[in-house]
């Protein structure tokens, strides 16, 4: 019995455990190993500062390759409504062509150091909201970009047992502060706004 020769001579590695998907690759870009990059964010920037990307394959699709392999960044940049990036280990299109679908994960101790009172979504999920009073609200189920604002979506628990959510602009007017540490995040929100 033969097994199977990859389809691409990738790296395999282990996903680092502050993994965090910040993307997707779409496609080939050019000829000579570039590919297209859906970034999950708005601001990129870990995709541009991190030089080693963990990827798996698609959930759909053909599989050109197994479990995680890691990506040695030559550079990435952004082009029109997208990131394009080349590797070192991608050295033509048919090789970028095979990475199509496959997930970008990033190790979160690459990103770049917020500014303050700056914070990156992924490390706001999960944190208890409480208001001035100390009424706890609930907590960070996931956050929406309105376009000039943020919205905390709050998952709590309604009067009737059933789940439901609050919607709180993550803005100053309404947050008092955030408490990564504590993982709390402290608003001027009543519970019946």
């Known amino acids: 019995m033969t097994t199977a020769k990859p389809l691409l001579a990738l790296e395999p590695a282990e996903l680092p455990a502050d993994a965090i998907e910040v993307g997707r ?7 000579k190993g570039w590919f297209k990059v859906l970034p999950y964010s708005a601001s990129p920037e870990a995709l541009f500062t991190s ?5 798996l394959p698609s959930e759909k699709g053909a599989k ?3 479990g995680v392999v ?3 960044i030559k550079e990435a940049k952004e082009h029109s409504d997208a990131v394009v990036a080349t590797a070192h280990e991608v050295d033509d299109r048919s090789t970028a062509e095979a990475l199509r679908g496959a997930r970008i994960f990033v190790a979160r101790s690459s990103f770049p150091t917020p500014d303050k009172d700056e914070y990156y979504w992924v490390d706001l999920l999960g944190l208890e909201v409480y ?3 100390g009424v706890h609200l609930g907590q960070v189920r996931d956050l929406q970009s309105t376009g000039p604002q ?4 709050i998952a709590w628990t309604g009067p009737d047992g059933k789940a439901a959510e609050r919607m709180i602009p993550f803005v ?3 947050v008092d502060g955030v408490d990564l540490a504590a993982r709390r995040i402290a608003v001027d929100w009543q519970p019946d706004y």
């Open 64 to 66: 050109t390759f197994e």
């Open 70 to 72: 890691r990506l040695a």
């Open 172 to 174: 100053s007017a309404y």
């Open 25 to 31: 690759i779409l496609d080939a870009w050019g000829i």
């Open 51 to 55: 030089k080693r990307w963990y990827l």
């Open 150 to 153: 943020t919205v905390l979506i």
């Open 131 to 133: 208001n001035r009073e």
